[in-house]
T-cell receptor, first 113, second 115 residues
Framework: NAGVTQTPKFQVLKTGQSMTLQCAQDMNHNSMYWYRQDPGMGLRLIYYSASEGTTDKGEVPNGYNVSRLNKREFSLRLESAAPSQTSVYFC????????????FGPGTRLTVL | AQSVTQLGSHVSVSEGALVLLRCNYSSSVPPYLFWYVQYPNQGLQLLLKYTSAATLVKGINGFEAEFKKSETSFHLTKPSAHMSDAAEYFCAVSDGGGSNYKLTFGKGTLLTVNP
C-alpha cells in the first residue's frame, strides 16, 4: 500500500521546456489536488479534481494544465516552463465525507533555469 | 471566504520547553481545522484535526490543540519539546466535507528545537 506517489522526485528544466508531473494513489480516494510550496508562501492550490472526469482551478492555475486520467492518477503539465515555476510540487488526495482531510505525496522538486 | 493566520514564521524553543504554535482562522461557517507537520524534504503529515466534537484535540507525538470559537483560534501545544519535533507546521481550515471542498493553509511556522 504505497499511498500517494509522485514522479519524478527531482527535475531540472530550461526555460520554455515542457514536462508532466505524475501523481498516483492507491487509497481509492475521490478527490485529488496539486499544490506548489514556496518559501514563506505556504501551500497554494494549483488545480483540483473533485472526482474522476472533473477538474477545477485553484488559487494559482496560470501556466499549468491538469488531467484526471482515471480515479488513481492526476497529472500536472507545464507547457512552457518559466523560472517563476521553480518550486516544490505536492499532490494530495481526499476521500469524500471526511471534512476534507488530505493525504500528501512526497513532492517533486522542480528547478527551471 | 476562509483564511488562516499563523503568528510567527519561526519559533525557537529549548529541548524540554513548552511548544506553542499559534493559529487563527476566519470562516463563514463552522470550520474544520487541521494541523500538519512537514519534516525536511518530506510531504505533509496530519498531526491532528478538529471536526466539531471535543474542543481539545489530541494528536500524534504528544501534540494537542484547543478550538476556541470566541477567539477564532486553534493553537498547537506540546508540554515538552524534543529534538525530533524540529519541523515546519501548517494550520489549515476547511469549510466542510464532501467532494469539492478545499483546505486553506497558513504560511507555516518553522519550529527549531535547541539542545
Amino acid at each position: 500500500n504505497a499511498g500517494v506517489t509522485q514522479t519524478p522526485k527531482f527535475q531540472v528544466l530550461k526555460t520554455g521546456q515542457s514536462m508532466t508531473l505524475q501523481c498516483a494513489q492507491d487509497m481509492n480516494h475521490n478527490s485529488m489536488y496539486w499544490y506548489r510550496q514556496d518559501p514563506g508562501m505556504g501551500l497554494r492550490l494549483i488545480y483540483y479534481s473533485a472526482s474522476e472526469g472533473t477538474t477545477d482551478k485553484g488559487e494559482v492555475p496560470n501556466g499549468y494544465n491538469v488531467s484526471r486520467l482515471n480515479k488513481r492518477e492526476f497529472s500536472l503539465r507545464l507547457e512552457s516552463a518559466a523560472p517563476s515555476q521553480t518550486s516544490v510540487y505536492f499532490c494530495a488526495t481526499s476521500p469524500w465525507g471526511t471534512y476534507n482531510e488530505q493525504f500528501f505525496g512526497p513532492g517533486t522538486r522542480l528547478t527551471v533555469l | 471566504a476562509q483564511s488562516v493566520t499563523q503568528l510567527g514564521s519561526h519559533v525557537s524553543v529549548s529541548e524540554g520547553a513548552l511548544v506553542l504554535l499559534r493559529c487563527n482562522y476566519s470562516s463563514s461557517v463552522p470550520p474544520y481545522l487541521f494541523w500538519y507537520v512537514q519534516y525536511p524534504n518530506q510531504g505533509l503529515q496530519l498531526l491532528l484535526k478538529y471536526t466539531s466534537a471535543a474542543t481539545l484535540v489530541k494528536g500524534i507525538n504528544g501534540f494537542e490543540a484547543e478550538f476556541k470559537k470566541s477567539e477564532t483560534s486553534f493553537h498547537l501545544t506540546k508540554p515538552s519539546a524534543h529534538m525530533s519535533d524540529a519541523a515546519e507546521y501548517f494550520c489549515a481550515v476547511s469549510d466542510g466535507g464532501g467532494s469539492n471542498y478545499k483546505l486553506t493553509f497558513g504560511k507555516g511556522t518553522l519550529l527549531t528545537v535547541n539542545p
